[in-house]
């Protein structure tokens, strides 16, 4: 796209008549131009949080991987704007109360498309990092009704974490997202199916999809389970498999009491095994003796 700073093919002059013509389709009040200047701004806000974000994670000599998204510098974002200009992009944090002045303003031209869906969940991700939950809801719940789960799955899982009280709104949620195979679902459905409605089955069976997907949690959800249910092989296995996996640490550091309970079980049966084991050579050897002693 000609209006990104990194796009290549793209001259400064194509910049500028690019702009222009967007200008003018807003001026025009036409949907799609709001809809494209909004993004533009949450795509702006959001590099900047992260360059910012792994600048201080160089500087703190941390693991890039152990990002998150921090929220404290954005809950004064979302102040009123009149601001409708697309010739410059604001600097951050200003950029997500202008993406939300542009989204509101798309909504307002066109509430009903799949189009109108993207903004929602756009606006619902928006509010979420905000921790205002109450509207991240309603954008969320706005996307489902508006397009098809295939194109829904980030809403669904959102609203399975919002809806965390009402477990049955939760799991139908995770599901949704599941389906369409959104990776973090996984884990939050087996650990529902566990936890609350004590079905280990169903439990294992997300979990090891999860797991094949390559999702780290779900090698722990994998561990609970086995552990509720007793199985002390099973859960030295999983063990194994997540040392194997690279996992290994990170499911001792979140149950490091019941790996080493498991440690000490299975070790315990195999002494046990082999002593019994022993024993039974002893007699072999012992009837064998017999027979010819006799």
Sequence with gaps: MALDDNGEGWTEDDKITAKKYIKDLMEMEHPLAFKLAADRELKGFTESLNQKEEEELIKEDRPLDAQVL???????DLSPTLDMSFT????SPKQLARAVSLYDHFLKLDSKSTVAAAAHRSLGMIYFRTQELVKAAEHFKH???LAPASDNAQAHFFLG?????????ARYHFQMAAKEGFRESFANLGYIELN?????????????????????ECVVGLFDVAFRGKDWERAKSIISRAEK???????????????????????????VGEQHAEEADDNNIQKRRSRWDL
């Design 245 to 271: 996996q690279g996992v290994g640490k990170m499911l001792y550091d979140a149950r490091k009491d019941n790996v080493e309970k498991v440690q000490e079980i299975t070790s315990f049966d195999t002494i």
């Design 196 to 216: 609350v409605f004590n079905e280990l089955k169903k439990a294992k069976e997300w979990f090891a999809l999860g797991a094949e997907l390559g999702v780290p």
């Design 143 to 145: 996307a489902v009704q």
């Design 88 to 91: 410059n992009i604001t600097s």
């Design 161 to 169: 974490l919002l809806n965390e009280i009402d477990t049955l709104k």
């Design 70 to 76: 921090r929220t404290e510098d954005s809950s004064a």
